[in-house]
């Protein structure tokens, strides 16, 4: 393809010296008259696109001051004839040209955005609007391979939609025979909107709501801070006003910011969850910009088959785990813990997906964006999901979700009967093991070896069908589940021989993942459905027994230094935290890539830079959306759930024996 982009340029540089003499103004009237005989032609005289088109020309020509700024973009049809039409104009166009670097990859131009959305104009009693475009050139004949469009970016009226400009663009390359020759077409189309109606009905009942609710938790922390002021009495318990200083933004970021050690939890989780957390941000950091625009497209190719990506393709092949802990709970809780769960899972994604979610089903929310992120978000809506979905990573909520619901079949099994619930959870697990590897092996999917397919809608595929599933996912948290289980009822000591067996067992389960996922990147691999099947079936699992090692030593005192830097105090309250911060991340770097004006250029430096403030950013969001939204329902979820626990406790105070009670304990 990039020989075809340096024919394009040979073919119209010569097609144009023969052509048309394009110094000369009566030539630039010439093939202004041909374009419009071409948009009468396509697109029809009674289309206002065509209207403007021609208002926009005549404007050009009568060298309006507001069609001046204009010309400058309307050279780019004139392109498709000329390279000297460019060079007519001394400053960059507002649309794209051939731009250098296209050896190295650069065959996306995004024009001048702003620049072109900010063009507005009247001529002969007409109003108009540009808008911002980007279109991909493809190739149809038989001798060209096109493993990537190019896409370049033209300021059109914004009258004029996307299969118009394709219909435009095709009729005026079929009137260039060097373009013919080659199959050259535009494939594709898609215009930013000019609509700016942020304050909608939606978007106001939704602020009105949040802002009321924001309200009252300050009018809870005013409560706190008047009991703070009194002296502490027996009424203090019994009040309203004590009720409503529990749900305080005080007591709150005290909570989350607290480095003292919960009873009941395993300090090195926290450590875990953090560093998890932290390559979750970094995996989806280089994952924009794989996916964003970037100058040098094939450093990124040879970045993917080096070294240099091996931790990266680990986090896509394997993901990062982020454990939840629980307090140990009676048998007469387990049912309040598991509807504790569903409310405390569905309190956070209305809290949050919702807010986008409403912006997002608004006529189509990426088509504000950027062009990549256009490109991402559509893929991603018309392939992996039948609903409007614009944020990838809320997948996890709906796995977290059907896990929850399954698990009374595991844990009361494991309460009242031992080796039934064992039965059960290895049976489970042995069905989550095999089922991925069943699916791959039966559709011949590439979970790992995408990288060598050029079918962007059989990845997507793969993402639907393997990616996001929950039975997919089940085995590392049933792995966790019987973790556990051996926590709360086993204190067997191990000897110094099986401790080292144990850490020589996790070492190797992260080698063979991590060396395993590599070979999937070589140039020379060549996709083998067996090996596909099986890493993908087993790397998952294997990745969770080495993770589960780490916090079995660490709590029994096996791991030494490791264990120390795990429980680090420091981890806890960023822990507390990491739930909301993995909702935020993405959102920030999704803004972050919508904002982009100009091509990237991809380096390691670069997208560290970018991840370490992201990172920053996504930690002091999260931490207002967990004060805001996670804490005030926490607090509502104990108090509800604590009353109902202090009557049981009052009924079998006063109605069982207490030789029963000594029995059952």
């Known amino acids: 393809m990039l020989a075809v982009l340096l024919l394009i340029t040979i073919a119209t540089a010569g097609n144009s010296a023969t052509a048309f003499n394009l110094l000369d103004p009566g030539s630039l009237i010439k093939s202004h008259k041909i374009v419009?005989?071409?948009?009468?032609?396509?697109?029809?005289?009674?289309?206002?696109?065509?209207?403007?088109?021609?208002?926009?020309?005549?404007?050009?020509?009568?060298?309006?001051?507001?069609?001046?700024?204009?010309?400058?973009?309307?050279?780019?049809?004139?392109?498709?004839?000329?390279?000297?039409?460019?060079?007519?104009?001394?400053?960059?166009?507002?649309?794209?040209?051939?731009?250098?670097?296209?050896?190295?990859?650069?065959?996306?131009?995004?024009?001048?955005?702003?620049?072109?959305?900010?063009?507005?104009?009247?001529?002969?009693?007409?109003?108009?609007?540009?808008?911002?475009?980007?279109?991909?050139?493809?190739?149809?004949?038989?001798?060209?391979?096109?493993?990537?469009?190019?896409?370049?970016?033209?300021?059109?009226p914004s009258t004029c939609n996307g299969p118009e400009i394709v219909n435009l663009f095709n009729r005026m390359i079929g009137m260039v025979n060097r373009f013919k020759d080659l199959g050259i077409t535009v494939a594709s189309a898609t215009c930013t909107s000019v609509k700016k109606e942020i304050w909608d009905r939606e978007f106001i009942v939704y602020f009105s709501i949040v802002a009321i609710y924001i309200g009252l938790l300050l009018l809870c922390t005013v409560c706190h801070a008047i009991l703070r002021l009194r002296d502490a009495g027996e009424h203090r318990t019994t009040t309203l006003l004590s009720t409503l200083a529990k749900f305080s933004l005080i007591k709150g970021a005290s909570s989350i910011l607290s480095t003292r050690a919960r009873e009941g939890n395993l300090p090195a989780i926290h450590g875990i969850r953090c560093l998890a957390m932290g390559w979750i941000v970094l995996g989806h950091e280089y994952v924009f910009h794989v996916l964003g625009v970037n100058v040098n497209l094939l450093s990124i190719v040879n970045w993917m088959q080096s070294w240099r990506s091996l931790y990266i393709f680990e986090w896509v092949s394997h993901d990062a785990c982020v454990f939840k802990t629980n307090e140990q709970r009676t048998s007469l809780q387990h049912t309040q813990v598991l509807f504790a769960q569903i409310f405390e899972i569905n309190t956070r994604r209305s809290g949050f997906d919702d807010i986008y979610g409403c912006v997002c089903a608004e006529n189509h929310f990426w088509t504000s964006l950027r062009f990549s992120v256009q490109l991402i978000c559509r893929k991603l809506s018309e392939k992996v999901v039948d609903e409007l979905i614009c944020l990838g990573h809320l997948w996890y909520l709906a796995v977290d979700m059907q896990l929850f619901l399954v698990s009374p079949i595991i844990l009361y099994p494991l309460y009242k009967k031992p080796k039934l619930g064992l039965a059960i959870l290895f049976a489970l697990f042995s069905v989550t093991l095999v089922t991925p590897g069943v699916i791959v092996g039966i559709n011949k999917y590439p979970p790992f070896s995408f990288i060598h397919n050029k079918s962007f809608e059989l990845i997507m595929d793969v993402f639907k069908e393997i990616y996001e599933m929950p039975y997919n996912r089940a085995s590392p948290w049933l792995i966790?589940?019987?973790?556990?289980?051996?926590?709360?009822?086993?204190?067997?000591?191990?000897?110094?021989?099986?401790?080292?067996?144990?850490?020589?067992?996790?070492?190797?389960?992260?080698?063979?993942?991590?060396?395993?996922?590599?070979?999937?990147?070589?140039?020379?691999?060549?996709?083998?459905?067996?090996?596909?099947?099986?890493?993908?079936?087993?790397?998952?699992?294997?990745w969770a027994v080495g993770l589960s090692w780490i916090i079995y030593a660490s709590l029994n005192n096996y791991a030494g230094p490791i264990s120390t830097v795990l429980s680090w105090k420091l981890f806890q309250p960023l822990s507390r935290i990491s739930y909301c911060v993995y909702l935020v991340h993405y959102v920030v770097q999704?803004?972050?890539?919508?904002?982009?004006?100009?091509?990237?250029?991809?380096?390691?430096?670069?997208?560290?830079?970018?991840?370490?403030?992201?990172?920053?950013?996504?930690?002091?969001?999260?931490?207002?959306?967990?004060?805001?939204?996670?804490?005030?329902?926490?607090?509502?979820?104990?108090?509800?759930?604590?009353?109902?626990?202090?009557?049981?406790?009052?009924?079998?105070?006063?109605?069982?024996?207490?030789?029963?009670?000594?029995?059952?304990?």
């Open 36 to 156: 419009a005989s071409v948009i009468n032609g396509t697109i029809g005289q009674n289309s206002s696109c065509a209207r403007d088109l021609a208002v926009l020309d005549q404007a050009i020509l009568r060298r309006e001051t507001w069609a001046l700024k204009s010309e400058r973009i309307f050279s780019n049809f004139l392109m498709l004839y000329s390279l000297y039409i460019i060079r007519f104009f001394a400053v960059l166009d507002a649309s794209s040209k051939i731009s250098p670097g296209i050896l190295d990859g650069n065959i996306v131009d995004l024009g001048m955005f702003d620049e072109c959305m900010g063009i507005e104009g009247r001529s002969l009693g007409v109003e108009i609007r540009a808008h911002h475009c980007m279109y991909s050139i493809a190739s149809t004949s038989s001798n060209v391979t096109v493993p990537l469009n190019p896409s370049l970016s033209i300021c059109l």
């Open 590 to 665: 999704l803004t972050e890539q919508s904002a982009q004006r100009t091509p990237n250029y991809f380096s390691d430096y670069f997208i560290f830079h970018d991840f370490l403030g992201d990172l920053a950013i996504s930690i002091v969001i999260g931490f207002f959306l967990s004060l805001l939204f996670e804490s005030p329902f926490l607090v509502l979820e104990k108090m509800l759930f604590r009353r109902k626990r202090k009557s049981v406790e009052v009924f079998q105070e006063n109605i069982i024996p207490k030789n029963s009670r000594v029995e059952q304990a």
């Open 480 to 542: 966790g589940t019987f973790l556990g289980f051996e926590l709360t009822n086993s204190n067997r000591r191990l000897g110094k021989l099986s401790v080292w067996n144990g850490w020589l067992t996790a070492i190797v389960a992260f080698a063979f993942c991590t060396f395993g996922s590599r070979t999937f990147v070589e140039p020379s691999y060549e996709y083998n459905v067996i090996w596909e099947s099986f890493f993908l079936a087993v790397s998952r699992p294997i």
